[in-house]
Structure formats: structure tokens, C-alpha cells
């Protein structure tokens, strides 16, 4: 999937406690996790009690400066990058929220999806509560609140929220003390706790802890919380049923290559992907692989290596893509994908090609990366891809759409074969992906490949919050 | 005064219900209140119930465009133009307050001050309640939720507000279905009805109904709420008992002087007060009569007509001032007040002269005028305040500072003068002020002369909000 | 004339020889010259002989800040505000050109117009020059280098330079070890001296000057060349035939009040033409007199003084409007100058009003105020034009246009007052202009009045210049 | 060499004939190039003779945009994009260059570097001519409008610019009815030619060329000088002598590996450097070969080719990098490298690394890199450059700095190894790189490794240039 835009609802999270300068450190932190969120991006700073928060739209490089992060002081922070989701660029959503309610202040930034984020809200609402934005954030600082009134600490109020939020958090939370880290159940979405001299980090990736330059400890465990305060890690189990279910598009797409995500290194399990991948189609003849950039690299390199067959470069992407303005409406569509993606015709011409795509969604993209293949002088293409096909919906925060976008619903690899115009088409079986990620001891979510949701699902779709009352433009 | 950054609490409202190009109208209209703020503005549209918003810091010219107001389509809009206060840059605190709650939408804009927000701020956080920002206009807003909550429609939360709200407030929400504005019942801030074609406008000055080309009805009477759903205007009384007592800085000097505020013209009154002003120093002897740019000029002109002494030029101020960033800290202070207003040499050498300015409340900038116009040759400078001296705090949104910055507490006019190196110095008298606009049916506040105020005011200081615990950067 | 950009070639110039902080200070000199052009604007310092140079489009505030003021280190500087002319925003014409050439570097900026740079630049172009930009500065820059050549020094080149520029020109120059200001023989435009502390300053008008915090000593005189070098300044006489015949539209409307030009106070010669009016138009019976703002207030003084009848507040000018994008377009063409100009119906109704403009070029933006006051209630209105009817092209860069817009040409005093729905209509007479002026030692360019100008012009018109075969957007 | 920043004065240029929507062919073209400048960028479009230009300073995001590119109309264009070269930030020498002249206009791209710039430029200065900014493409335009005047065309006059400029040139000149393109005799620099539909289109890659979906036809040869007139192209030999002498740097670092350049594709030469240096260092032992991201990839897959050795992915590029001010002088620089390149311990853990870099400029970042290498587990790192050592300056453009930064002056490859901190160091032999290019049709310039220049250098260095006696800020 070479479109970033079609899965889009990640987000990164990053955090610091007990040291100086923790806005440049987290404003590292989140640059090294850029990639999983380019719409809006936030800071916030606890200095003594008087937390102080900058967000905006755009990058980290358009929302902060030098002068910015000067005027954010403190002793830890939050921070937080964020995909808008499906044309939701509704400005009161960026993370982290920052809130003063009756015990003093919080500020909240989490990765994920819930699942029962109306009936909270709807709840909220009936007890007077009111949003300003239309996002999870919101919700669960509120909910966090209003346990607080009832509970002793914050971190009490916490664990009585992780017991009323379902789905998917990798949640940080910073009041005038502490720094909270949550992760759901289900671990569906990483959060990883490092060390940078004498204070604790949290990040959604290992890279950014390697960025600000700490070392990474070990993961949140799913169904825990961890309390920093003075300096002091305290680890709380929620208590609930834990049912370890990691989201696989985490290793299928979203993370970065350098990361380890519950102890599974994220280019290991790709590369692995890839060598399956190749046993699974041993029968198709080829001369060469090539790998889709970025994220189809290093499964094309397992590919390779398994099979023996020379891994290529066949398409070299232009670096600077992201910034363009050069719309397809300007009826230029054809000639899009060559600005992007520019297929080798030394490396390609009269070969028969094996192309690797981390995944196939909407399959659009894949059709014309196929077509300019053969422009360029493949004589076949035959279309891999390092993910099984989505059939269903995804509730867990990757973005992956509706039924009736996906490709893959209903149809046979021959039937997409011929719809993406390639010679063949292949998706590696969601059974070797899970054996991949399960035997390295990372049991997976299935949901998106055979519909088997690992919670339950709300009855009823949730309405609610996605009819967007309140639009902040 | 002409140093306008001192006092700077006041604010401006527009809405619009019934119409078409709401945005561009409540644009037009905010333009012409954008002597009422200049900090942060925003504008808020209606379109079949869903609320979309735009709001920011800086001029309407900074946040708004031809695009973004295109995409600010509906029938009915609300906006607000905002000075931030003392420091007060809190991004959060940006008007209109978009909010969504249990019965749907609202939005919010208002201009005054409360005097009980942190008591209202505190029950609401006591059940439950969050906070964004640290702006009262979030605090009428949720106090509406809850009474919404009780109530049967929008209109009887809002009087249920009025009821608990104290203070002065010229308030407009805006609900799915209707537009309402509301007057607190002394009075203190203005707030005008007028006709643009079919579609009801409010606005805080008739300048801005003057502005999109429409006619000016009446003002919303203190205690007053009148609601505007499918183009019918109701009219409904609070029955809060009504004590009018109107602050008279509209008059002197925050109003626009082709406005008309609670049937009085504010060129008139100032004319007025320059008139009287002159009557109450008639023994002084001077050639000239010099005003203040901007706002001082009216008065200088009443002052001019009574004593019989011409109108002159004295000062010319620089009109793109507002945008440079020479700040005195470049060890030019000296010169800032030449930058800004240079004296007329040419008019002013060899004369005495009658300095006229709106009013005098640190005195720093009138020593800087009264220094200017000796060095230009002034061999007498008197100066006049058309505003009786400030003496004790406002609490009602004039952003009048505490006593212990008002040069006229506990000083004899001589000393004034001794301090500002003037000849002689003279406030208007109270009884003066108050007897212009009372003969015109305008009841005023006395409160920062006298010290006498028309509402009580709270025991303690409220401090809760203004520890600012969460700021937005 | 309301709308300032129908007259728009004006131009300032400011320099300063022999100081530290130039760059701050010729900001502070520009910044009160702002109002001679907002189009574009520039500095160029004089660090020891390497020249820097910043400029752009926009206004001051736009193109400098305090890190670009500081970056501009050097003891002499020279800086320009710039109107763009109609419809030229080539981006290359911003002053000061700043150049380098075999002898040096060399930067020059001014204001004016020559009636030979269309034969000037052919005979540039015919040695093999070449020209980034269609403005006269760049010709003025090239003709002193080429006359540099066959010089001792710089100011022998500028002297010859003199020689052979033809037209309006207050020029400054800027060489390694020399700051130059030269007026042609005529002195059209003004240039004024001053001294702040021990280096020379240069302004095209005084106000800039006094913002500096500086003296004034006198002006460069008509056909006159003045050098500093070593802190030392020397007149030199360009022996040119001297014809002074200022340009009178520099006291009409141009200058700001405060100036004093060729001896001339601004604001006292617009009162004086305001009184000449008064008495030529002495039938004319009415109860008030209202001065359009901001140009027209001083004339309007001058007409109340003389006639008797009282100067009253008849049009509020909203001081926010140079920066809206509210354009006609938007089918608002009615009510834009309500937007720009509200008329107070309190002051104006039931009234016969006398309305002082300080002049009428093509008369749209007069009907539109005509109209306004008719609606605020007046019952009569009177126009009056403090200048003499614009029948005859200026060449000398006050940018009246062509005769076919101009609507005195072959009109009527009743045509035109019929045309802008006035009452009456009068100008003043250009011999009341003359004397008022030359009675003041300051004899005036009557070109525009009568189309008698003081020097040849050129046979043909220059089209070369204004093919404008190069565009930078 | 990972360092982009440490060679930057290469350019890219491109161009189009005979087209509609040129502009924006033109951005997408130099798109393409953007590798090749981000300092500053500009396209030129000719319009029946009025030709119209935009640059400014950053990407070409930064300077176009919509708008913008719909100004620029015309059916033929030529764009730029630049790097600035040290330290050079002069806005005036943004390209095109364009300008008047007797005969008409001009609008000059190039990219190179001139030997005798000097010269030219005091031959010009010493005619009377002036220079706006330091850059050498004013220079070339006013040589050519030198030469236009005694020629009967414009290909007359750049013919004969040809025989008067030395050095390294790939140059785009548009006159009102002509597109030129021109390569020096020893065709330094890249420039090739293909057909979009019936329009010309020259670029300084081909992969511009397949950006904007056109056909690559050919290169321009050295020496030769091609014209497109009415949809014609005519080729025409300069006659000057051709020593063909391609820049190696083009290969090993400028050019995007989709290009193909004098008839060899980038990628491949790149490949084969890679299995030449696997073959002169067949007695390294080692587990892995990591390519430094991303120019040092090709080299690194043609070393394990080679090899045998697995091609591991042991750095990841933070792909936002291009974009932070984080520096290292925030006291960070020991985690500089951290952020922008991480290494993947769970590859190189206990590993023997071959790290393959493009090349070893100043040594810095190659120290920086093995460092964390080391940290991230490797046991031992070589250090192989897929360039010859650099020894002496280049004076055509690749800006190969002075020998005194230059890391392998004066060391043998033990020492450099000691100083980067590697287990061992080697470069690619010059005679190997050589026999690649050259046996593929493509004689190279050897003069960075060995001091033997293609071409006849000035007596002595050319100060008057550097000197910059006027800065753009």
C-alpha cells in the first residue's frame, strides 16, 4: 500500500517525566514518530502544576519552533501526532487534551479506537457534561474526571476509567504529579517504556526512544498502567481479563522498521512476511523482486532471499512527494503515480517481475503501479502481497475502511488479478502471518482478515460522534 | 488615553439569523467592532444544526479569508472580536465557544465580565464538570448545559443562565434552531437590534449594523432576552429586577463615535462632555485647543465650540502604529511617543494649550504628550480629562486597573498636574458625566469614580481562575 | 479623493549617514512615510563598503523584523516605501536597487518620475546593458555607473547624472565611502535634512525626521546635490538651470499634516486652501461642514474657520480598512464605503452640509459619499475640492491618470455636481492654489491644472518602459 | 557521504517548447530535480514574447502554488532549482535570471560552474555593466546580450557565449521566440532532451522527463548547442573541441538512481562501483553489508552481489529530517545521528559490517555512523566508499570543498580508519570507477582524485566574485 492516505487513523504518542528540557526531548521524540501521524501534533508541559500545551494542524515542523518550545517549560510532558481519519480535520481534536476540572489539572494523548466512546459520551452529555471536539481524547479525559471525583488519586481514577473504556488505548495522562501510561486489554496498539538518564520515556515506537537517545526497558503490558512520579516507576496490573490481541498491521505497515514492538523486531517480522510469502507462491516463475517503497522493502527483501531470485530496485519514489499540491483533478491522473513512484526500465525491461506491496486496500494504487511497471518493459507482473486481504472493518483504530472499498470482499486473487491488470496476485494466508507473529509471541487481532473480533462489538453502529455536530474549521 | 492597550477588556459581538453569506456579513460586521478587540475573533454558522467555527488569535484580516469564510456556510452566525486582557493570551479562551451537550449544539459569544465565574466554575467542576480554557464565556456556556438539561427548550435554559449569572454580560448563543441574545439587567455593556432585509443582525455598536447596510431597530433592554427562530423575533423578560446603570466608558471612550448606545450618540455625549468640560474650567486661559488622536477628539471639538478657543491640529498620529514592533525596550522610549504622535510645531509653538484626552489612568503616556508639546513649543499645557479619575477598581469588563496603578487615587489635581508636568490638570466631575448621560435617559455606573457599586460583588477575590493553571501557548 | 490608491506612484525615501543602529532608525524614518507607499519597501546598509539590502513587497511591517533589522549592520543606510503604480507589482522595481559595478558598489533609491528613462534606457540597452526591472531606478543606478567610468568620483558620476536625467527625482545614493541626495532642477518631490545627533538624516518629508527622534535643518534644494562622507556634509550646485515649480498635490494630499515642506507647513496651507474655498464659495448657504477623512479634515477646518459655520464629525472612517479583502466584487459595491466611511445620521441629518474633499479625480468614490450622507438624512450637500480641477496628465510621478478618466475634463461645475448627485460643486480655483503656495515662497507645477509644464517633454510617449516585457510574479 | 549539506552547488535545470500548461510541466519537472537544489527555485514562461518569472528562496513548494502556477501562462518555460553553495544565501542570484535588452528579453537556467567568471564579469563591469547579484548565470546573460548585438540571432549570440565562457555548463536560454539548450565541450554536467506529445522538453535527468510523462530522446552532446523554434528542433555544433569529460559525482552521489545519464543508467554504474569495491576488497571479512540511506543503497546491493554477503537494512532514515531545526548545537550532536539515521541493533548485533557510503568528504558524519554501530552491537565496521578519495578542489560545480577539509588529503586509509573510528576503510580505486564509466561509453573527469584538470584553469583564484560586496538578505 503505497497511499499512506487510504489507513489513516494512527496516532503517536510520546512522554517524559522528571527531566529539563522535556519539550525538546518530546518534540524528538515525535519527530522520530512522525510517520504515524502528519495531520495535527501537540505538546504539553507540567511545570509544577501549571500544565501549559501548544497544538496545531500540520507537522511538528509547522506547529513548533525554537521560540515554542522555549516557552513550554517544565519537568514532563505529553506529546502526541495524529492522522485526522477519514476527512476528519476537525482542529478541536488535535492530542493532547488539556482540562482543569475540580482536583486540579490533566492533560490526555492516546493511540486508538474505542469502541464504546457514544454510550460514553451519551452518558457525559445526560450528567451535563459538554465536548468541544468530536474526538476519543475528550471522552476519555471526561471519563478520567469524573471517576477522579469518587477515587483517592488520579491513578485511581485511572484504573476505574480503563474499566469503563473498551477497545483500543495506548494512553499517556500527565497531572500536576504524575505521569500515567495505560494500554488496553488487548494491547492492540504498542506503547514502550525506555529510560533517558534519570527519567522515564513512554513512546508508541522503540525508535523514538532511540531518537531522544534513552534505552528501551520493555513494553507496557497489556492491561497495565504505570505511574511515574518522583522519579519512581510503579507498575499496577487493572485487573482485567487480559486477552492479548496485537493489531498485525502495526508490523504489516504502520510501524517503523527500527522499532521493536513486543519484542518482535518490526523489519524481522516483515522480512519474515516476505520469505512466507515466497513459499506460499513457490510455483510462480520469475526473474527478478521488487519491492513497493517504502514500506514493501523489506518483506521484497524476505521475498528475495527466500526465493533466491535478485531483489531489484524497480521504482524509486520521489522523496519529497508529501509536500506536492499537484493534484490528479488536474487531469493528470495517469502520469501521478510516475511523478511519485518512477518505475526503472533498465532494471525492469523484459523481465518477469515479482512485485511485493506491504498490502492491498482499495487497490487503485497497485493497478497503476502495475501499468507503469509494464510501460516501463515488464513482460510479467505478478502482484504479492505481505498482508492477507481485509475482508472487514476495523474498529481498533488502523483505519482500515468499509466492505464496500475493500478490494479483497468478495472477490478471488483472479478476479483482482485482472482487476489491477497483473499476471497474477497473491496475499500471504492470515494463518502464516499469525504463526510469524504468534510464534515470536505476539498473538494477533484477526478481525480485518476473518471478521472474529477479539472484544465484543456495540449493537448498533455509534452514531453519535460521527455526525460531527461541531465542525472547528 | 491614548495608550488603548491599557484598558483592555472589552469585546465585541455580531449575529446574524435568517439570511444568506452569514460569514461575510458577520465579517463585515465584526470589521466594524475591531476597535473592541484585536486580540483573538472568531465566527460561528449555523447550518441545519450542525455549528462549524473559526476562531484565532490575532485581526479578523489575520483568521480569515475569502476561502475560509466560503466554507463557513449557514443561515444564521454568531462572532466575537476579543482583547485578551492583562497577559491573558490563553488561545483557548477564543470566542464563540462551540460546544456540543445531551440536546444538541451551542455556541457562544459575549462581551462583559462576571462577577461570581468562579463560584459558577467551581460547582461545575464539583459535579463533574472540565474546563478548557480559563475564559468566562466557557463558564456561561456549561451553566446553559445544565439548565438545559431541566428545561424544556434552549430559551428557557438561557433565562434560567441570566438568573444564575452575575455580572454584565451582552450575550448571543446560538442553538440549532434559534438565535438568542441576552442583556444582563444593569445594563452594563451595549448590545443593538437591527433589520438586514428579512434577517435579524446584533451587534454590540450600531456601527456594525451601519456596516453591512442595515437598519438599526432598538437596543436589547437590560434584562432583556429576545430569541430569533424561522425569522420571527420574540421579545421575553427575564423578570430580574432592573437597576439600569450603564458603564459610561462606551461613552468616553471604547464606543465608536457614530454609534448610538442606548439611544445616545457617542459623538454627541463626548461633545457633550468636552462642553462641560470646558464650563468647569472656564478660568483656565489658553489660544489653543489641542485633542488627543484618536479619542480624545470629540471632546476637544465640544471643549473647542464652548470656550470659544480654536480647534487645532496638535497632534498627528501614525496610522499604520498598530502593526510596528519598535518596542521602547530598544532604549528608544523617549522617542515612542513622537513614532506614534508627533506634535504640530508649526500650530502649537508659542501657544497655550488646552491638551484634551479621553482620559488619564497610569498618566505615563499623557507626560510623554505633555513633554512633546513643550518641546514643540507649547509655553502652556492644561491637560483635560473628559473622564472623571479612576479611583477604583472595575469589575465589570472595562479592564480599569486595581488602585494601586490609577495615578488619581489619593492625588489632588495639583500633584496630577506636578506628575505629568502640566500646568495645570482637570478631571470632568462625576456629577457632570452622569448628569449628560441621565438627561438623555442613560443611567450610568458610577462605580470606578465613586467606588459605589450597583451590584454586590463577591466576599473574597475570586481567585480560582485567574491562577490560570492550564494555558495554551 | 477617499480612495487613496487612485493617485499611487508616490513614493518615500529615507537616509541616514554616519551612525550606528541605521537600520532601526531608517525602519522608524519609513515607518512614518509609510503612508507615501505600501506596495513595497526596502533598506540597504553600508557596512565599510559591502552593502546588504532587503526589501519585498508589502508594508514595513510585512518585510522587516527585529532578527532581519539586526541583520542589517552598518553605519549609513537608505531605505524606500513604494507605490506600485497602476497595476505594476513587478516584484524587481523595489527600492533600493542595490548594484555592483567596476568601480564599486552602488545603492540608490527614489522618489519621482523622469520623462526621458524610455530614451535613457534605449541608449543603456544599445551599449549592450541589460535591465532586470522596468522601474526608473534602475535607470538612474545605470546611467551613474556608466557615467562613473569617465569620473573621478562618485559624485562627479551623480553630477553628470543630474545632467542627464530629465523630470521629478529626490534620489539618495549609497556608495562605499559616500551617502548622496540629489533634487532635480524643479524640485517636484521634497527631500529634507535633518541631524540626529551627529549623523545627517535625509526624508521626503519631516515627519520622518522628527520620528527619529532628529533636527531638522533644511531641504535639499531644486537642482542641488548634497554629499557626506567622513560624517562631513558639502553642498554642490549642479549648475543646472533652476525652475522651482513643486508639485502642489504634495500639500493637497500627499504630505502627511505634520510635514513642512519647502518652508510650507502641510496642515497650514490645507487650512488655507479650506479658507480660499470658503471665500470663493461664499453664496454657497449651508449649516455645517463636513471633511472627508482622513485628507480632507484639514481643508475642511480651514472652510469651517473662515466661513463660520461649524466643523462637525460627519463620516466615521473605519481605521482597520486598508487591510480587508472585502472586495466590491462580492456584490456589496453599496455598501462598501458604510464599510470604509459611515455617515453619522446624529450629526448630519435635517442638515445642508458642506462636504471638503481634498480633491476629485474620477468622482466614483464622491457619488458614493453624496449618496451616503443623502441616506444619513442630509437635506443638502455641497461638494467642495480643496485642489483645482485634474484636466491635463502628470508626468512627474503623482500618478493622475489619463484625461479619459478624469472627470473635470470637459466638464462643467453643474455637470459634474449632477454627476455625483451633489447639490453644488465647486474647486478651487488654481490661482487661489498659486498663492497661497507661492505667497509662502513655494512656487508650484500648474501642469495638471492647465497643462502648461515647466519642462519639455519628451515628442512621443514612451512605450517602451510600459511594455513591461518582463514580469516577475 | 550521508551529509547532503556538505557538496551543494549542483543544480537542476529544466525546460519545455511548444506547449500549454507549461508552468506546471515545469514544476513537475523540477520536482523531479528536487534533489538536485533546495535553497531556492523559479521557473520562466514566455508568453508570444512577454516572458513572466517567479523564484524565490526553499522548495518548490515553498515558492508555487496554485495560484501562482496559473499566472505563469505561456507555451514555453524554463525552470531551476539551486543549491546555494557555502553559505550563499544571496536572493538575487535565484535563477532564472531574466531581463531586457536592446533586442528583446532573455530568461537564462543553468547549471555548473564557470572558470572565468572573474574575468568576464570585470570585462562587463570595466563596459559599464552592473551586476545585481554574484551568481554566474547573470554573468552568461549579459555575455550573451554582449554578443546579441553584433549577431544576427540570438543562437548566434550563445554560440559565441559558448566560445567566451569556460567551464562546466548545462544551460537553458529562452528568447521571445527561441528555446536554446547548450552543454559545455566537456559535458560536465547532465542535460537531456525528450518529447512530451509535440513539445520539447529538456531536463538536467530523465527521470524529469518521465516525471512529466514524456519520451526521452537523447542527450545534449558536449559542445553542442540545440534550438526549438516553431515546434522544430535544429541541432548545432558549437565547433569548439570536445574533450568529453563527464563529472563522476553524477553518478556516485547528484543523480536520482532512476536516471539515465550519457547513456548509462544511475543505478547501475552505481551497482557495478559497489562490485568493483567488493572485489578490491575481497580479503575483508565480514556477516552483512548495510548501505548508508539513501545513496549509499545502490552500492551496497552491487557489494553483496558481489559478495555474496547479505544486504541487511542496518540504518533508518528519518524521512521528516529535511524539515527540523533541531541542531546540534542545542548540545545534542552526540544524538544527531540518532535521529536522522538509526541504526537496527536486531541486525547488526554481533555482526561484522561492511558500511557502504557513496563517499567520504569531510569524515564527520562517517564517525558518527560507525559510532552507532558500534553502540547498536556491530563487532567490527569497514568502512568502504563507493568513491574514489577526494584530494583536490573541484572548480565545476560539484562543490567538493578546499583541501583542507577534505579527509583523505594527505592519509592513507589506515589513518582514516583510525580517525572514523573503523575496524578498517577503503575507497574504490579511481581507475576502477574510471573503467566503468568510461568502458559504458562515458569518459569521465578525474580531476577531484588526481589533481588533473580537464581544462585550463585561471592563473589565479577568482577573488572578485567571492567577495560578495552586495548581500540579498
Request: glycine letters at 10%; one cysteine or more; aromatic letters at 6%.
Amino acid at each position: 500500500m503505497s497511499n499512506m492516505r487510504s489507513l489513516n487513523e494512527e496516532c503517536g504518542v510520546f512522554g517524559i517525566a522528571g527531566a529539563q528540557d522535556v519539550a525538546v526531548s518530546t518534540y524528538i521524540g515525535l519527530f522520530a514518530l512522525q510517520h504515524r501521524g502528519q495531520e495535527s501534533c501537540g505538546i504539553a508541559v507540567n511545570d509544577a502544576g501549571v500544565i501549559s500545551c501548544r497544538k496545531g494542524p500540520g507537522l511538528l515542523t509547522d506547529v513548533f519552533d525554537e521560540k515554542s518550545l522555549q516557552r513550554l517549560k517544565g519537568t514532563s510532558a505529553i506529546g502526541h501526532v495524529r492522522y485526522g481519519g477519514d476527512g476528519d480535520l476537525n482542529a478541536e481534536n488535535a492530542q493532547p487534551v488539556a482540562i482543569s476540572h475540580m482536583k486540579g489539572n490533566l492533560a490526555i494523548a492516546y493511540n486508538g479506537k474505542l469502541v464504546n466512546a457514544g454510550a460514553l459520551r451519551e452518558e457525559i452529555e445526560m450528567a451535563g457534561g459538554v465536548f468541544h471536539g468530536t474526538g476519543h481524547s475528550e471522552i476519555i479525559a471526561y471519563t478520567m474526571v469524573r471517576e477522579r471525583i469518587g477515587s483517592d488519586s488520579i491513578e485511581e481514577a485511572a484504573l476505574k476509567t480503563m474499566g469503563r473504556i473498551k477497545g483500543a488505548y495506548s494512553l499517556l495522562a500527565m497531572s500536576p504529579r504524575k505521569l500515567i501510561a495505560a494500554r488496553d486489554p488487548n494491547g492492540f496498539r504498542p506503547l514502550s517504556i525506555g529510560m533517558l538518564d534519570d527519567a522515564y520515556v513512554f513512546a508508541s515506537e522503540t525508535c523514538a526512544i532511540d531518537a531522544v537517545g534513552g534505552v528501551f526497558l520493555r513494553d507496557v503490558e497489556p492491561g497495565e498502567m504505570v505511574v511515574v512520579e518522583d522519579g519512581k516507576l510503579t507498575s499496577i496490573d487493572s485487573g482485567l481479563p487480559v486477552n492479548k490481541s496485537v493489531c498485525s498491521f502495526e508490523y504489516i505497515y504502520f510501524a517503523r522498521p527500527d522499532s521493536i514492538i513486543n519484542g518482535v523486531g518490526v523489519d524481522w517480522s516483515r522480512r519474515e512476511m516476505g520469505r512466507a510469502l515466497a513459499r506460499e507462491n513457490s510455483g510462480v516463475s520469475a526473474d527478478i523482486v521488487v519491492g513497493v517503497p517504502d514500506s514493501g522493502r523489506s518483506a521484497a527483501r524476505g521475498y528475495a532471499e527466500e526465493s533466491g531470485l535478485p531483489n531489484t530496485l524497480g521504482l524509486v519514489k520521489n522523496k519529497y512527494i508529501g509536500r506536492t499540491f499537484i493534484q490528479p483533478t488536474q487531469g493528470r491522473r495517469e502520469h501521478e503515480v510516475r511523478l511519485k513512484l518512477n518505475p526503472m526500465s533498465a532494471n525492469v525491461k523484459g523481465k518477469r517481475v515479482i512485485l511485493v506491496d506491504d498490502s492491498i486496500v482499495r487497490g487503485t494504487t497497485s493497478a497503476r503501479i502495475v501499468s507503469a511497471l509494464r510501460d516501463a518493459g515488464a513482460t510479467e507482473v505478478h502482484l504479492m502481497s505481505s498482508a492477507p486481504p481485509f475482508r472487514h472493518t476495523c474498529y481498533f483504530g488502523t483505519g482500515i475502511p468499509g466492505q464496500d472499498v475493500l478490494i479483497a470482499v468478495n472477490r478471488t486473487e483472479e478476479e483482482l488479478a485482472r482487476l489491477v491488470g497483473a499476471d497474477s496476485l497473491a496475499f500471504l494466508s492470515h494463518e502464516a502471518l499469525s504463526g510469524i507473529l504468534e510464534e515470536a509471541g505476539c498473538p494477533v487481532c484477526k478481525a480485518c482478515f476473518t471478521g472474529d473480533y477479539p472484544i465484543e462489538l456495540p449493537a448498533e453502529p455509534e452514531k453519535n460522534i460521527f455526525q460531527k455536530p461541531i465542525r472547528m474549521l
